[in-house]
Structure formats: C-alpha cells, structure tokens
C-alpha cells in the first residue's frame, strides 16, 4: 500500500511534519508501507488565475504549466493521502490554499475514489476549526475520507496530560487510516452521494448548461454519469437512507434548477 502526505507547511522539520511521521511510524507498525512526502514548498506551484478554463472547457486548457500534473499523478497512484496545514490565520497556510485552488476542479471532475483521505491540521493556540473546515472542501474531489485530527501543540513544554491526548488521537486516526485502505471499494459516504445528486441534477436541468460548460459536460458523459440508470460515481451500493435522500435532492433540485436559469 502506498500513502502520500501532502505538506503544507513552509518547514520541513515542524510540528505537522512530527505529527505525521507519528502516523507514518504507526501505519508501518501494522504493515509494509510505501510513504512518500510531498512539500508544497518545493513544488512552487502558481497561484491559480481565475480564468475558469478548468471548468468551462477542461482542466487540460489550464494554462499553467509547472508540477500541478505530476502530483496529481502522485496522488491517484496512492492508497492513503494525508493532507497536513499548519494554522495560519486561523486557516490552512498559503501554500495549502494555493494547492487546494489548483486542483479545485476536481469538485466539477471528481477523480479519486480509489483513496482514502485523513485531514490533519496543527496550531500553537487557536484555529484548528478553520483550518480543518478549509481543507475538507477536498473530499468533493472523491475522496473517501476516513477522519480529521486537529493537534494543538504550544510552544511551551506540553503537560503528559496534553500528550497523551495527542497521542490518543493520532493512534485513532492511523488505524482508522489503514483500516480502510485494505478495503478494496469503499462504501459510498453520504456526502458523495449529495455531490452526485446535485451535479448530476444540475447538468440535466440547468438551461444552456451544454453551452455554459461543455467540458464539465463531456467529462460526465464520458464517464457515463449522467444515464438515467446510474446512481452513483461507482457500482455500490446505498443505504435505504441515502436513496431517500438522492430521491428528495433530486426531486429539489429538479424544481429549483429551472426557475435558476430564468427558464
């Protein structure tokens, strides 16, 4: 199995990086593992420019050439990603939000439903809330994800009783991380199944959405998505509830969708 641990931080040896080769050490504890890190630093990815081609015409008109490309390649090749920012600003670090702008195409086209995915967050005093809220927009990319831990490590000397917790919580997360990852398809999160239903609701009933989007379109199309018989981003199957719910969403959106594009 092969997991990749996206940095976010601007220090190779901080505390994120602490708390994730703690994970690091736990999931090998279990298994043989192939784990990779990739700091954002070192990419220097540009700043995403707005011009809405990723979406419009497909991410392949993004005009950008730089590592975007060979990361994303990284991440689909994995079992496991682990998305780790330290706070901010009481947000994510600049270097996680320009990735998490980059690829956010990927909520139009989703891609990686083979991964798992664990959030990790790390602050000296406030801003976990934040900063967890902002990267778990990245689970509408298809990510079946298995947690988010937020580690509050201060620079002062940490009480046994503060690391004992921390460490609770980073033993938790591993295993719930590797637990998953030995399951060959997930089962569908209720969340993903809100995110199909909407877009696949929305490109059937929004007018002109052909003309608006045509990569979105082609790239639903050529994954088969939008027939009538399919019911979710993979073969699975779901809960009595989620059905009730793709049913009420559809049915909402359906309505609402019309009166959106002034038909």
Known sequence: MKVLAIMGS????????QIVKKIEDQLKSYSEIDFEYVFLKDLNLELCRGCFQCIVQGEEKCPIND?????????????????????YGLNVSGLMKIFIDRFSYNGHHPRFFKQNALFVANTCGMGL?????????????????????GIKWPHYKQSEKEQNKNEKLI?????KLYQNMIIETPKPQTNQVK???????MM???????????????????KGWLKKET??????????????????LRSFFRAVMPMMAGN
């Open 204 to 222: 059937r009933s929004f007018k002109n959405y052909d003309k608006m989007f045509p990569g979105d379109l082609r790239y639903w199309e050529e």
């Open 67 to 87: 590592g975007q490309k060979q990361l994303e390649a990284k991440m689909l090749e994995a079992n496991g990603i682990i998305f780790c920012s330290p706070v």
């Open 171 to 175: 033993t938790r997360a591993s295993e």
């Open 231 to 248: 019911s979710f981003f993979y073969e699975a199957k779901l809960t009595l509830y989620q059905k009730v719910l793709a049913f009420f």
């Open 129 to 149: 809330k934040g900063a967890l809220n902002a990267m778990k927009f990245i689970a509408v990319w298809g990510f079946h994800v298995v947690g988010e831990i």
């Open 10 to 17: 601007p220090r190779k040896n901080g505390k994120g990086f």
């Open 195 to 201: 995110h199909y239903c909407i877009m696949k609701t």
